[in-house]
C-alpha cells in the first residue's frame, strides 16, 4: 500500500509538472485520444476563449473542421496550415503539427497550434505594398501600368473607349518648401 501511495504521489507530480511545461508553451496544445480532445494547454484555451471544461471531451472537427481533421491524421508529423475556429466564432489562420504521445499509458495524438494571424497580416500589407504608394495607398506606378495596359486591351476587344484623368498639383513644391514635407504629405494623401 505504501509503494501504491508513492507510485500516485510520484505519478501526480509528473502530471503537475507536465501541465506546467504544457501551459509555459507558446503554442496551444491538445492532446486527443482519436478525434476527441482531453486536454489542452493555456494557450489554446486562450485563443479559442473557452475553459479547459467548454473543450475537454469535444470533437476535434468543431475547432479545425472535418477536413483538417483527415488532413492532420493522413499526415502526422507535417505542418498543416489550417483555419481554427474559435468559441466565439471567429476564425484564426493556424499552423498544426500532430505527433503519436503515450498519455496515460496509451496512444494520443498530441498537436500544436500556432497561431499566425500576424504572420498572414503581415504578408497581406507586404502584398498591398509592392502594388500601391505607402503614403497614399494609390496604386503605384507599376499598379497602374498594369491596369491601363488591361484597360487597353478590354476597350479593344468591345471597340470601346476610355479616358485617362490626370491631376497635376501646381506649386506643390511651394508647400514642401513653406510648410515642410508633413504638411506636403498631408496635401497628397488628401488630393489622394
Given amino acids: 500500500i505504501y509503494l501504491d501511495m508513492r507510485e500516485r504521489a510520484r505519478a501526480q507530480r509528473e502530471t503537475v509538472r507536465m501541465r506546467g511545461l504544457a501551459d509555459a508553451a507558446v503554442e496551444g496544445l491538445l492532446v486527443c485520444d482519436g478525434d476527441v480532445i482531453v486536454t489542452a494547454n493555456a494557450s489554446f484555451l486562450q485563443m479559442v476563449g473557452l ?24 499526415h502526422p508529423n507535417a505542418a498543416i496550415e489550417l483555419e481554427l475556429v474559435t468559441g466565439a466564432r471567429v476564425r484564426l489562420p493556424v ?35 509592392a502594388h500601391h504608394d505607402a503614403l497614399t495607398g494609390l496604386a503605384n506606378r507599376a499598379s497602374f501600368a498594369r491596369a491601363l495596359e488591361d484597360e487597353i486591351a478590354r476597350s479593344k476587344r468591345r ?13 506643390f513644391k511651394e508647400v514642401n518648401d513653406l510648410f515642410g514635407h508633413p504638411a506636403g504629405d498631408a496635401l497628397l494623401q488628401r488630393v489622394g
Fill in 159 to 171: 471597340n470601346g473607349i476610355f479616358a485617362v484623368l490626370c491631376l497635376d498639383l501646381d506649386r
Fill in 95 to 129: 499552423e498544426v503539427i500532430g505527433r503519436q504521445v503515450d498519455f496515460g499509458g496509451r496512444p494520443h495524438v498530441a498537436l500544436a497550434i500556432r497561431d499566425l494571424s500576424a504572420r498572414k497580416s503581415a504578408e497581406e500589407h507586404i502584398r498591398f505594398l
Fill in 51 to 74: 475553459s479547459e471544461a467548454e473543450v475537454a471531451g469535444r470533437k476535434l472537427a468543431s475547432f479545425l473542421g472535418s477536413s483538417g481533421v483527415v488532413d492532420l491524421f493522413e
